[in-house]
């Protein structure tokens, strides 16, 4: 597994952006994939997850929660992390993880496998 996430950059508060996660391997069938978020001087934060049970189902957390949406590419081995209506305390360096799990995970001990981080900030 090796996950490369992308699309990080500067927006203004109110603006969109989309992340993306990308795993370079085989097609991680019987995955959970989730996103996380740690801004400077903070633990990490779990912002969303995705997995292939019902066909698709995905979680986000209450503070992201109306926003920011989880989608997933089966095609092209990727998840996105979609962000609308950012607001300043969205910045953060965001991070896709993966885990051999059909079940939501929320915690970031629970995932084996990370991508690097891709930075977000949102201006005021």
């Known amino acids: 597994v090796q996950l490369q996430a992308s699309g990080g950059g500067m927006a203004q508060a109110g603006e969109s952006l989309r992340l993306a996660c990308t795993n370079s391997?085989?097609?991680?069938?019987?995955?959970?994939m989730g996103w996380f978020r740690q801004a400077p001087g903070k633990d990490r934060e779990f912002v969303g997850a995705?997995?292939?049970?019902?066909?698709?189902?995905?979680v986000v957390a209450n503070s992201v929660k109306g926003r920011f949406t989880i989608s997933r590419d089966s095609r092209k081995n990727t998840v996105y992390l979609q962000m609308n209506s950012l607001k300043p305390e969205d910045t953060a360096t965001y991070y896709c993880?993966?885990?051999?799990?059909?079940?939501?995970?929320?915690?970031?001990?629970?995932?084996?496998?990370w991508g690097q981080g891709t930075l977000v900030t949102v201006s005021s």
């Open positions: 391997g085989r097609p991680l069938i019987g995955y959970v």
């Open positions: 995705w997995t292939g049970n019902s066909g698709g189902s995905t």
């Open positions: 993880a993966a885990d051999r799990s059909t079940r939501i995970r929320v915690t970031a001990r629970e995932y084996d496998y």
